[in-house]
């Protein structure tokens, strides 16, 4: 397989040759988000020293039908840009046309028309797909052409409105963007598109097809966090600041967030943008470009370092060792620890508002214990699954970043009460938590975590304490006498060096030990039963367990 490749500005491919689009190529498909991208990106790069670059532009070498001075190809790959800037420049002519500026004007017809030695003129472009290209590049190309605005080009010259309405889009975009600027502006543009740079590969026959298919092979894809890279580094301004940007980017995401880099930058789309779900290859990429003007793009690698940072705290990676931890903190280590990623995109604009100071820390720690009970009562105690609500944490992580209010954060917090279970389905769920080495059915690790998971909870309400101390599970009664003792308001969190004490004693003689406990759980049921242990039930405490537990949400909720 032979051909040659090397890179080249726009003005080399629009020289003396006549490109054609095999018919089994689709038809012209690009659109606005495409254009618009193409344009600002012309636009931003002029006088940056930068020029843009295209990709690469795979062209099959033809045989030369007339033996004339004219080099002839057929696109294999490349056909949407090239059709796009022949189309613009056929605007900026039609737009100098327009103004009589002859000279400007004569300067860009061999770009879109080629004459060759025997004085023949075609369209550098020729495709059996979009005809109405030739045909419109013909009449801009005419002085004398009777069609002398772009809507009289564009009514008379494309008459397949089903076929073309693309192209008609197409040239109206560009003509809309472009005639309000004044000449010397549109000659700059120009400019900066004939400079644009792109690798020509250039072979032949089956070759073409060969090469295009190595590029389009399936590999290794980039990640997203690569693309984002390469593109904040490449329209950073001013341009000496790159080698900056470089080692700000490896410190601030890369070094900060390691492993973490791909999750926060999906995150970071769902709290920024309101877009949750991106995990195709390229789409967070794709997201954050598109809503992402390239003049605003330091301000875009600003508010990712800043939220790199937020990250870092949520993920539980900002503590050193021996570093007193706050609340905060405790709260994401426990959603850390029980593998809740859900709720991270609102855990970034929230730590945002709190740092612009409109809400208070008090608050954001309110709103943050708020998440952490609901999360439990929600999906680790009634079993239901994330996806049920994952619309609503986007719609309101994008409304706290974007749309801040205290009606905002109410209405959020309002959301996830409306999704909590009824208090009745809620007791009755809570009751049938339970674990116990003498009941089979409670006997496994998934019910030891959601009975480990109930107590924390329960005991963080009654002590006010965030942060509690390991623990054994204490059977108050012997779970070893039946099934109902392995329920959860049988069920306390007790030292180990106690628990070891109380073995299978009644409770009468437990009363003393749960008195040196430092957990307020268990000194309640001390004080409680010291006189009157026989009234102890196991259901009517699993109750009032699951009372103080909902309640404590509600209460949360209406303190906001």
């Known amino acids: 397989m032979a051909f040659q490749a090397d890179q080249q500005q726009i003005s080399f491919l629009l020289g003396k040759k006549i490109y054609s689009i095999p018919r089994n190529q689709r038809k012209y498909v690009w659109k606005a988000d495409n254009w618009k991208n193409l344009l600002e990106d012309l636009d931003f790069l002029r006088g940056t020293g930068k020029a843009h670059f295209l990709g690469s532009i795979v062209l099959n070498t033809l045989p030369n039908p007339n033996n004339d001075d004219i080099e002839y190809y057929e696109i294999v790959d490349g056909q949407q840009r090239i059709t796009t800037i022949v189309m613009i420049l056929v605007v900026i002519a039609q737009i100098f046309k327009e103004r009589d500026e002859d000279a400007l004007f004569q300067g860009l017809l061999s770009y879109v028309q080629t004459t060759n030695i025997n004085n023949n003129t075609s369209c550098t472009l020729n495709t ?60 700059s543009f120009r400019n900066s598109l004939i400079s644009a740079n792109y690798v020509n590969i250039r072979t032949t026959d089956e070759d073409a097809y060969t090469v295009f298919e190595i590029l389009n092979a399936r590999g290794i894809d980039l990640e997203n966090h690569e693309l984002l890279k390469n593109y904040i580094l490449r329209y950073t301004v001013p341009v000496n600041n790159v080698d900056i940007a470089r080692q700000a980017w490896k410190e601030e995401l890369e070094n900060r967030l390691g492993k973490n880099l791909s999750s926060f930058l999906k995150h970071y789309v769902a709290h920024k943008y309101g877009i949750s779900g991106v995990t195709k290859n390229r789409a967070v990429y794709d997201t954050i470009k598109r809503n992402t003007n390239i003049a605003e793009v330091n301000m875009l690698f600003d508010d990712l370092k800043l939220k790199a940072k937020y990250y870092q705290q949520i993920i539980c990676e900002s503590n050193g060792q021996g570093e007193q931890i706050s609340e905060i903190d405790r709260i994401f280590k426990f959603m850390q620890s029980n593998r809740s990623l859900l709720f991270r995109p609102i855990y970034l604009s929230l730590l945002h508002q709190n740092e612009l100071g409109k809400i208070s820390e008090e608050n954001l720690v309110k709103v943050l214990k708020c998440i952490q009970y609901f999360f439990v009562c929600y999906n680790l105690i009634s079993k239901e699954t994330s996806n049920k609500i994952s619309e609503g944490v986007q719609k309101y992580a994008y409304q706290i970043e974007n749309e801040y209010s205290q009606d905002v954060l109410k209405n959020f917090l309002q959301h996830l009460r409306n999704r909590m279970p009824t208090k009745k389905e809620f007791i009755n769920t809570f009751k049938l938590i339970g674990y116990s080495n003498h009941c089979e059915y409670f006997h496994d690790s998934k019910n030891k975590q959601r009975a480990e998971l109930a107590l924390i909870i329960h005991e963080q309400i009654k002590s006010g304490r965030v942060e509690i101390p390991s623990f054994t599970i204490e059977h108050i009664l012997p779970d070893s006498q039946n099934r109902e003792n392995a329920g959860i308001g049988n069920l306390m969190p007790l030292e180990e060096h106690l628990n070891g004490l109380c073995n299978d004693k009644p409770l009468n003689e437990k009363i003393q030990i749960y008195d040196r406990s430092s957990f307020t759980t268990v000194r309640n049921v001390a004080d409680r039963y010291r006189d009157n242990v026989d009234n102890f039930k196991v259901e009517t405490r699993s109750k009032i367990m699951a009372e103080e537990l909902y309640n404590e949400v509600d209460r949360i909720v209406n303190a906001i």
Do not use: G, W
Request: with cysteine.
């Open 128 to 187: 059996d797909v979009h005809t109405c290209i030739m045909n419109i590049v013909s009449h801009v190309a005419n002085r004398e052409s009777p069609y002398n605005t772009m809507q009289l080009l564009i009514t008379n010259c494309i008459t397949n409105k089903k076929q073309d309405d693309v192209i008609e889009e197409c040239l109206k975009y560009f003509y809309e963007n472009l005639s309000n600027r004044d000449t010397e502006d549109v000659a």
